[in-house]
Structures are given as C-alpha cells and as structure tokens.
C-alpha cells in the first residue's frame, strides 16, 4: 500500500480551472498506474483518468477528455489533474488512486488517497 496526499480541491464557477495534487511521500513503484477516481453523491465511482508512472500516454474517461489532463513529476512524486471548462456535473470527491492496473483502479483494490472536494457552480 502507498501513501497518497491530494491536494488542491475547491469551489469554482462553471467554465473555471483547478489544478489537484497527489503527492506520493517515499518509495513509489514504476509497475503503477496513477490515476483520478470521483465519486459524486448517489452516484457510483468513476474513473477519471490514468498514467503510467513509468511513462507512456495518459487513459482519459470520455466525459473529461479534451478538458483534464493528468502528468507526473516523478522528481517530486506527484501526479498532477489539470482541470479545465470545468461543469456542474464535475462535481464530486476526487481520489488519487494507485494501482497494478487501471481495469480495478475503481475497485479499491490498490492504493487510495483521502479525497478532496471539487465544487463547480453553474
């Protein structure tokens, strides 16, 4: 299991930016994927985006593609989600989640962080 910190939630008007964090303190592993996971209320656990730690492209959910972009700085063990034209239906818990494989990333199965809130007002 990995340590994940995330960072960088908020409120912001529809159309609007937020940048999220995920700090990854100590050893990391470049087998992982990194990724975003949301959860809104009611609604069940999405994927949001993915990449691979060791490189590679990133893996985007439809609804998000073309407005987040997900990067790393492995110099500083951080995975970055660039959140663009934000909507109303952005708005959910956002987890930065650590796994073997995107396919169970939802799951639970790997590593998770905290969760920060993203509001987006229209």
């Known amino acids: 299991q990995l340590r994940l910190v995330e960072f960088g939630g908020g409120l912001v008007e529809a159309g609007g930016s937020l940048r999220l964090s995920c700090v990854v303190p100590g050893r990391t592993f470049s087998t992982y994927y990194m990724g975003w996971i949301r959860q809104a209320p009611g609604k069940e656990r999405e994927f949001v985006a993915a990449?691979?730690?060791?490189?590679?492209?990133?893996y985007y959910a439809n609804s998000v593609k073309g407005r987040f972009t997900i990067s790393r700085d492995k110099d500083k063990n951080t995975v970055y989600l660039q959140m663009n034209n934000l909507k109303p239906e952005d708005t959910a818990v956002y987890y930065c989640?650590?796994?073997?494989?995107?396919?169970?990333?939802?799951?639970?199965?790997?590593?998770w962080g905290q969760g920060t809130q993203v509001t987006v007002s229209s």
């Open positions: 989640a650590a796994d073997r494989s995107i396919a169970t990333m939802t799951t639970g199965s790997g590593s």
């Open positions: 990449i691979s730690w060791s490189g590679g492209s990133p």
